[in-house]
């Protein structure tokens, strides 16, 4: 029989816990093992140690001049890191409290939580490790002294700040295991659904009602949905104690969350005997706790004092705080973070009966989750900026309400009675200034997340040239929902004589997989964007324009259209939109069409460069023939000469005739059209996003009215040779009487990056994009390039249907705003003109 091995001495283990999003800091004298515990428990870019950053500053990691620069440097690529929220060790020393302290309040100011790991090795085998060290020339006494500094620390290191102090020693800090403990603020992994309820106060007959309303039975929801309570569950009301039972019975079940309420910390903190003032309806909580059952009250008060301030959900899409969160403190954790979420923000302000005045966070929230809490009761919940305030003052004699997460739906219940008066009258709904679109939420290189393209950047200096436009020309902003894309021609034609032809926009769907598409005759005019109310109310409730106007016309820069008649434009289109009311069950639409005649928006344009042009080729022209026939006469080779000059004259022509016919005088309204061909949104409804282009031209063929002109069209089945050709001779015939071209797009938008449409222009139109004589010059002008403006018009279209989605989901302006001014701001860059 062999004799067994030795056993092994068993090894210490030790299991620590830090947070999971925090600042770590490492502390031990060089050569205790700091760099090599870092590089094992964490991942390389999460440890930042002071000799990385020397080497940073220094190209040389021990040139110890260069250590104020190098705690710089750290500091900076810490602090940047905790405000973007990841966990970060920091690998220094740090056996001298001062050192400590700075990195603490470089926690602290970022709200995050800050522990210390302590690698307590004697002094001597530092000493005996960095012997063998090329990096580390310094005589033992320099640890002689880190290691007095930190014996020294020890004693009272648990005062520094650090939420906890991991002390390893000897065999432990090889054998240790950390763990990341998720904060407690981080319920990410629930995903709802929820009915998020605000403040309660006591009034335990109402809760009944709602949570039976949503559909809850006795405490639980069958459908499995998760009730989240705001807070302020006590005080003031009748029965507190019963309002606490309900939800503590649900917490512990798991069918319910609850975070902290101002009213629970006062009220927990009466019940633990401390000094407080009783007010605020704390002394009916007091008299009803204490006919209750003991057993009862220390269970509500441990429950109560375990509340945590705030909780993020559903993937962080969701916080729910009782007074709100700014977004720079959501997850967080410190004593700011939860004053901010118990409280609020105030001014530092009383009002006229002496309470705090609020200072208004939610106006200034720009954050992506939607931020629900109580808190501050108000008549009727609004939704301001993603956020939104449910306590509408139940124990006040108001309502207790509700909010069915992901629905967005409010559900309430009135109070049965007056159970408190209130020290002030509730708050109206908050007064948002729609106007005040703050400017630094366009400006500068800008990224805007779109569902339908990706993420679009508007470049700095193409922004600056929008925000000119904005302030200095465009209709008020709150009107300004959408700006129309840019749109591409085909492919260039290769046929004889074309620049442009029907075949290659076939071509191009075809090959994208689509099936049918429709022509829609182009109109020759202005592009005009249509916002109609069907009355100044409904205009004021939904664009906050409370002027008495009920609608605004304006161009693709967001120009409006004729000044003076713009109301009686505006009331003519509301006439006209009439049938559209009911059947889209809306009382506001957006309208996408062209205003005609071109004359009445560009009469300027047409005198100053066509006109002129026109005039100039008209009174030579004749000359040169006169003169060329007369050469001629005499017996001169003039032949090719000759020919060219009448061509020209010809063409000139042909100009004239082109400008001519998109122009015609008007007086007041009388002889001005909207040819609407998009119903771009209603309310609840992104119609531009979710209808196909059937759907729109058909339901606009029922506007009648003087005002309205139509559009022509034909469908083309793509699979058919018949059915392309017949729509060639559409368009040939149209463009041949004079008709600028056509618009040909997917009847049902693909998938993929395809183009939403494009325009194939007629031959005499494009003699006023390309002069006169174009046709002679075709072989250059088929080398266009057409690359950018295609790009342009994706990117466009997909910041516009951005716009129209953020508006019909009642997104506020800022966010419809932040895609429109991406189009203007697309505007600006350099594409050819004639494209
Ligand atoms: P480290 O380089 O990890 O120490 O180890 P440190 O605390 O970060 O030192 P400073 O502050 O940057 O100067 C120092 C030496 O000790 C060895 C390492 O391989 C390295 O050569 N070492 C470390 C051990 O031999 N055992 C250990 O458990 C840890
Ligand atoms: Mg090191």
């Known amino acids: 029989m062999s004799e067994q091995p030795e056993q092994p001495v068993p090894p210490v283990a030790r299991e620590i816990g830090v947070p999971a999003m925090a600042l770590i800091v490492l502390v031990g004298v060089s050569g205790s093992g700091k760099s090599t515990f870092a590089r094992r428990h964490f991942g390389p870019t999460q440890v930042i140690s002071s000799d990385f950053c020397r080497g940073l500053v220094a190209d040389d990691e021990n040139d110890q001049s260069a250590t104020p620069d190098a705690f710089e440097m750290l500091h900076h690529i810490v602090g940047t890191r905790l405000r973007r929220g990841l966990l970060t060790v920091v690998d220094a020393t740090s056996v001298q409290y001062q050192a400590r302290q700075q990195?603490?309040?470089?926690?602290?100011?970022?709200?995050?939580?800050?522990?210390?790991?302590?690698?307590?090795?004697?002094?001597?085998?530092?000493?005996?490790?960095?012997?063998?060290?090329?990096?580390?020339?310094?005589?033992?006494?320099?640890?002689?002294?880190?290691?007095?500094?930190?014996?020294?620390?020890?004693?009272?290191?648990?005062?520094?700040?650090?939420?906890?102090?991991?002390?390893?020693?000897?065999?432990?800090?090889?054998?240790?295991?950390?763990?990341?403990?998720?904060?407690?603020?981080?319920?990410?992994?629930?995903?709802?659904?929820?009915?998020?309820?605000?403040?309660?106060?006591?009034?335990?007959?109402?809760?009944?009602?709602?949570?039976?309303?949503?559909?809850?039975?006795?405490?639980?929801?069958?459908?499995?949905?998760?009730?989240?309570?705001?807070?302020?569950?006590?005080?003031?009301?009748?029965?507190?104690?019963?309002?606490?039972?309900?939800?503590?019975?649900?917490?512990?079940?798991?069918?319910?969350?609850?975070?902290?309420?101002?009213?629970?910390?006062?009220?927990?903190?009466?019940?633990?005997?401390?000094?407080?003032?009783?007010?605020?309806?704390?002394?009916?909580?007091?008299?009803?706790?204490?006919?209750?059952?003991?057993?009862?009250?220390?269970?509500?008060?441990?429950?109560?004092?375990?509340?945590?301030?705030?909780?993020?959900?559903?993937?962080?899409?969701l916080v729910v705080a009782h007074a709100g969160l700014k977004e720079p403190y959501h997850g967080r954790a410190s004593g700011r973070v939860r004053a901010f979420a118990l409280y609020g923000d105030t001014t530092g302000e009383t009002d006229e009966y002496g309470l705090p005045i609020r200072y208004p966070w939610a106006e200034e929230y720009r954050g992506r989750a939607m931020v629900v809490y109580g808190h501050t009761p108000t008549v009727e919940p609004e939704w301001v900026n993603n956020t939104i305030c449910l306590d509408t003052g139940v124990v006040f004699g108001g309502r207790l309400t509700a909010l069915r997460y992901p629905e967005r739906e409010l559900v309430?219940?009135?109070?049965?009675?007056?159970?408190?008066?209130?020290?002030?009258?509730?708050?109206?709904?908050?007064?948002?200034?729609?106007?005040?679109?703050?400017?630094?939420?366009?400006?500068?290189?800008?990224?805007?997340?779109?569902?339908?393209?990706?993420?679009?950047?508007?470049?700095?200096?193409?922004?600056?040239?929008?925000?000119?436009?904005?302030?200095?020309?465009?209709?008020?902003?709150?009107?300004?929902?959408?700006?129309?894309?840019?749109?591409?021609?085909?492919?260039?034609?290769?046929?004889?004589?074309?620049?442009?032809?029907?075949?290659?926009?076939?071509?191009?769907?075809?090959?994208?997989?689509?099936?049918?598409?429709?022509?829609?005759?182009?109109?020759?005019?202005?592009?005009?964007?249509?916002?109609?109310?069907?009355?100044?109310?409904?205009?004021?409730?939904?664009?906050?324009?409370?002027?008495?106007?009920?609608?605004?016309?304006?161009?693709?820069?967001?120009?409006?259209?004729?000044?003076?008649?713009?109301?009686?434009?505006?009331?003519?289109?509301?006439?006209?939109?009439?049938?559209?009311?009911?059947?889209?069950?809306?009382?506001?639409?957006?309208?996408?069409?062209?205003?005609?005649?071109?004359?009445?928006?560009?009469?300027?344009?047409?005198?100053?460069?066509?006109?002129?042009?026109?005039?100039?080729?008209?009174?030579?022209?004749?000359?040169?023939?006169?003169?060329?026939?007369?050469?001629?006469?005499?017996?001169?080779?003039?032949?090719?000469?000759?020919?060219?000059?009448?061509?020209?004259?010809?063409?000139?022509?042909?100009?004239?005739?082109?400008?001519?016919?998109?122009?015609?005088?008007?007086?007041?309204?009388?002889?001005?059209?909207?040819?609407?061909?998009?119903?771009l949104a209603a309310e609840g409804r992104a119609t531009a996003v979710h209808q196909p282009h059937d759907w729109h031209l058909d339901l606009l063929a029922r506007l009648d009215s003087p005002l309205i002109g139509p559009t022509r069209r034909v469908y083309v089945s793509l699979d058919s040779a018949e059915s392309r050709d017949a729509a060639v001779a559409w368009w040939e015939a149209m463009t041949a009487a004079g008709g600028e071209g056509m618009v040909v797009k997917p009847v049902e938008r693909p998938e993929g990056r395809v183009q939403p449409g494009v325009k194939v222009r007629g031959q005499e139109y494009l003699r006023i994009i390309y002069g006169p004589d174009y046709t002679e010059s075709l072989d250059v002008l088929r080398r266009r390039f057409l690359g950018r403006k295609r790009s342009m018009a994706l990117r466009e279209h997909a910041l516009g249907l951005e716009a129209l989605s953020r508006l019909a989901d009642g997104e506020p302006l800022w966010r419809v705003h932040e895609a429109v001014f991406g189009v203007l701001a697309m505007e600006s860059e350099p594409v050819d003109p004639r494209l």
Request: proline letters at 6%; a negative charge.
């Open 103 to 317: 990195l603490v309040a470089l926690a602290k100011a970022h709200n995050v939580l800050v522990d210390a790991i302590v690698l307590d090795v004697p002094a001597e085998l530092a000493v005996e490790r960095n012997a063998t060290r090329p990096d580390r020339d310094f005589g033992p006494h320099v640890i002689t002294r880190q290691h007095k500094d930190l014996r020294r620390s020890l004693g009272k290191i648990s005062r520094d700040g650090f939420r906890r102090v991991h002390v390893l020693r000897g065999a432990e800090i090889d054998n240790v295991t950390i763990t990341l403990e998720p904060a407690w603020t981080d319920l990410r992994h629930r995903t709802g659904p929820f009915d998020i309820i605000g403040d309660v106060h006591g009034c335990s007959s109402e809760l009944e009602t709602l949570l039976s309303t949503l559909g809850y039975q006795d405490g639980r929801h069958p459908q499995g949905r998760t009730a989240v309570f705001v807070g302020d569950l006590v005080d003031r009301g009748p029965d507190t104690p019963g309002v606490l039972r309900r939800v503590m019975g649900m917490v512990e079940a798991g069918t319910a969350l609850c975070v902290c309420g101002n009213h629970e910390q006062k009220l927990v903190r009466a019940l633990n005997g401390r000094k407080v003032r009783v007010a605020h309806g704390l002394a009916e909580s007091l008299a009803q706790l204490g006919e209750a059952d003991p057993e009862f009250v220390t269970a509500a008060t441990a429950f109560m004092d375990g509340l945590i301030s705030h909780y993020q959900l559903d993937e962080g899409r």
């Open 412 to 679: 309430s219940v009135p109070a049965e009675q007056v159970w408190y008066e209130p020290a002030r009258p509730l708050a109206g709904p908050p007064q948002r200034d729609p106007a005040a679109l703050d400017i630094g939420d366009v400006r500068g290189n800008r990224f805007v997340e779109t569902r339908f393209g990706g993420t679009i950047r508007i470049r700095e200096e193409n922004a600056a040239a929008a925000l000119e436009i904005m302030s200095r020309f465009a209709v008020d902003p709150r009107w300004l929902v959408y700006l129309p894309p840019t749109m591409a021609p085909p492919e260039t034609s290769r046929l004889d004589g074309y620049l442009e032809h029907p075949a290659e926009a076939f071509e191009e769907f075809a090959a994208a997989g689509v099936t049918r598409v429709v022509c829609e005759e182009k109109h020759m005019g202005s592009r005009a964007v249509a916002v109609l109310a069907r009355t100044p109310e409904a205009a004021e409730k939904r664009f906050g324009v409370a002027d008495g106007g009920a609608g605004m016309v304006y161009t693709r820069t967001g120009r409006p259209f004729f000044g003076a008649l713009m109301g009686e434009l505006v009331d003519g289109l509301r006439a006209a939109a009439e049938p559209l009311w009911a059947e889209l069950g809306t009382d506001w639409l957006v309208l996408d069409g062209e205003l005609l005649p071109w004359s009445a928006k560009a009469e300027s344009l047409i005198r100053g460069q066509y006109a002129s042009v026109g005039a100039a080729a008209g009174a030579a022209l004749p000359e040169v023939v006169a003169a060329l026939e007369a050469a001629a006469g005499r017996g001169l080779d003039v032949g090719s000469t000759l020919d060219r000059a009448r061509r020209r004259q010809d063409n000139a022509a042909r100009f004239r005739d082109a400008y001519a016919r998109y122009c015609w005088p008007v007086s007041g309204l009388d002889g001005v059209r909207f040819a609407p061909f998009q119903i």
